[in-house]
């Protein structure tokens, strides 16, 4: 057992992280395809390495250490908003105790119900047309701190004491979601409801809404944890033998489980709705944040003591939105806690001040106008979402290994590789979603296939030097296949070693599939056009979504994709700038390659690599 083994800590039991793990994850395709892969390479990097993504990614080059810092930064920017979310939670809480709240009134509509929550709760009856923020809404402001000193204290003791708090905050929700699906499968009109869940099937959408596509993915990408530095952070509190696969299966199916479940709980609510006010499901106007909190409230304030059932629900919601905020949190902890210069502090001091900057980022959405920074954020993350995505898996399967196959193949064959793989890509992409005409879905194909056959063919010609070279060495299987699947399969295999079984269609999808899907489903979003929420006729969601302004609301949302951009192309370009990222020696796992003890390598302006001292202090911590 290394020493980083024996000082880091674990988890108190394998439940313990299963709980933490679906509480922060709380479409059959995505998951399968491309979610649990992902989640399979993140738990299985951080059980290897014991560490977080700074540490994981770049181990693979010291270059790529901007991937890790852009997933946690993702998660970051995400838990300033998610953060109040629960405090409106909070707030409607204690307000269903007063005597303006209508939750206990008997003929409250979902109409009045969302109504009173979005004027009242989150203060959005003082916004004038042009929809800027106004005001401050101070019991947000109030209930916003004290969610962030609650996510601190579920931190600040460690990841033993988080474990054990997600028995209640996980655990609680589940039983309380049975409850309310057994109340609402029984209530007049559920058949209707739950007809609409699962008994009416509209595949017209994934044509007629192409965006639909990207943001079922990014949305399992949400759901399970992913791409958010949670997942490695996660991993690398377990024993480096766990085995990884059958955890990331467990947490997947999980989260999925609990998602389709609730869904049965929300759809019956809907069809007892529908029922009350006399009209068909598919025409109530709810969908997103309104389908909580414009049904639930109504239907159980129908019902004898329903208002205790209503302040049951604000409970779930409260406890599921700490359990995922503590768990966002937790990664950028981790890649905190494991760098030289910040090592030498006490989680909770860590926490604390991780805590308290993301109070002060949240702020903004504690105005009158929060909803509507909330609603564009949140649609830019998700491009966000897909872009660490791509990082994720395109280090894996293409940047791991990468130095030795130009050694072993030059960097003609190599590189020609890359650009039949994603050129082929953009050029497809390029078609598809940049030419108005009516062939252009063929086009695109036509142009994917023949331009993957040109970079093969310029690869094919390199790699016939490679076996002039070394006559009888080499046939064109066995050189092409150590070419496509040589630097994957070492990694498979490197991670087999210490965390179990990695079957070898995993291999295949890191490499062959996944990064060129989520590179397609990027572009698509960000040329779709179709949507329900106000974005401009004609034009793409990309910069008018939802039809608010440009100032403050898309110039935000920019900033969002724009800021983990630059976090991984900065690391691309002067690799030194994460210099005090970088792990100090007894955090590293054996073949960190970039890392001795008490020393780092930096690069200087010709690429030569050289040795620089580190602060004694930073190698004592």
């Not at 992280?17 to 892969?37: C, K, Q, R, S, W």
């Not at 992913?226 to 377990?238: D, E, L, P, R, W």
């Not at 990695?502 to 899907?517: D, N, T, V």
Request: proline share 3%.
């Amino acid at each position: 057992m290394t020493e980083v083994e024996k000082t880091r800590e674990r988890w108190s039991s394998k439940t313990a992280f299963y709980f933490t793990a679906v509480g922060a994850a709380v479409d059959l395709m995505a998951l399968f395809v491309i979610g649990i892969p992902l989640l399979i390479l993140e738990i299985s990097l951080g059980q290897y390495y014991q560490t977080g993504d700074v540490g994981v990614f770049g181990s693979f080059h010291r270059r790529w250490r901007g991937v890790g810092l852009s997933s946690v930064a993702c998660a970051y920017m995400v838990v300033t908003y998610y953060s109040v979310l629960i405090a409106w939670v909070i707030h409607a809480f204690f307000d269903s105790f007063g005597d303006d709240a209508p939750w206990a009134n008997e003929d409250v509509t979902g109409a009045a119900a969302i109504t009173y929550f979005l004027e009242e709760i989150i203060g959005t009856k003082t916004l004038k047309d042009d929809g800027l923020p106004t005001r401050m809404i101070g019991p947000n402001v109030g209930f916003s701190f004290l969610t962030w000193f609650i996510i601190w204290g579920c931190l600040a003791g460690g990841t033993k004491w988080t474990g054990r708090i997600t028995y209640f905050t996980m655990g609680f929700p589940i039983v309380l979601l049975f409850l309310f699906l057994g109340r609402a499968i029984s209530l007049d009109g559920s058949e209707d409801g739950i007809k609409e869940y699962i008994g009416i099937w509209d595949m017209s959408v994934l044509t007629d809404r192409p965006d639909c596509w990207s943001t079922a993915v990014s949305q399992i990408f949400f759901s399970i944890g992913v791409t958010f530095g949670i997942m490695t952070a996660f991993g690398s509190y377990n024993e480096r033998n766990e085995p990884a696969v059958l955890h990331s299966c467990v947490i997947a199916i999980a989260n999925s489980s609990f998602s389709f479940i609730t869904g049965f709980a929300v759809f019956a609510a809907m069809g007892h709705l529908a029922k009350l006010e006399g009209v068909a499901v598919k025409d109530l106007d709810f969908a997103g944040f309104s389908l909580v909190f414009g049904t639930w409230p109504v239907v159980f304030g129908t019902l004898p003591g329903g208002i205790h059932m209503v302040r049951l629900l604000f409970l779930d919601l409260f406890l599921l939105g700490i359990d995922s905020g503590f768990g966002l949190l937790e990664g950028c902890l981790t890649a905190a806690a494991d760098t030289v210069y910040l090592s030498k502090y006490s989680k909770a001091q860590l926490a604390g001040i991780i805590c308290f900057t993301g109070f002060a980022f949240s702020l903004i959405y504690c105005t009158d106008a929060g909803l509507n920074f909330l609603d564009a954020v949140d649609f830019y993350i998700n491009f966000v979402l897909l872009l660490v995505g791509f990082f994720e898996t395109f280090a894996a399967g293409w940047i791991y290994g990468l130095e030795e196959q130009v050694q072993e193949f030059g960097a003609g064959a190599v590189y020609s590789y890359f650009a039949a793989n994603f050129g082929s890509v953009l050029v497809a992409c390029g078609l598809w979603f940049g030419v108005a005409v009516d062939q252009a879905l063929w086009a695109g194909f036509l142009g994917l296939i023949l331009c993957y056959a040109a970079g093969i063919g310029l690869t094919g010609f390199f790699l016939i030097q490679k076996m002039n070279e070394e006559p009888g060495e080499w046939t064109w299987f066995s050189i092409f296949y150590k070419l496509g699947f040589g630097n994957i399969m070492d990694l498979r295999d490197k991670l087999s070693s210490q965390i179990g079984y990695l079957p070898k269609i995993w291999a295949f999808l890191m490499k062959q599939i996944i990064p060129h899907i989520i590179l397609i489903l990027f572009i698509n979003l960000a040329r779709s056009e179709y949507g329900d929420d106000g974005a401009v006729p004609g034009k793409p969601r990309f910069g008018n979504y939802g039809g608010y302004a440009s100032w403050p609301y898309q110039i935000l949302g920019y900033g969002v994709v724009i800021f983990a951009f630059f976090l991984f192309l900065l690391g691309l370009v002067a690799p030194n700038a994460y210099n005090g990222l970088t792990l100090i020696d007894e955090k590293t796992i054996m073949d960190e390659p970039d890392t001795v003890k008490g020393k780092d390598l930096y690069e200087d302006d010709n690429g030569m690599k050289e040795e620089k001292v580190l602060d004694e202090s930073a190698v004592e911590a």
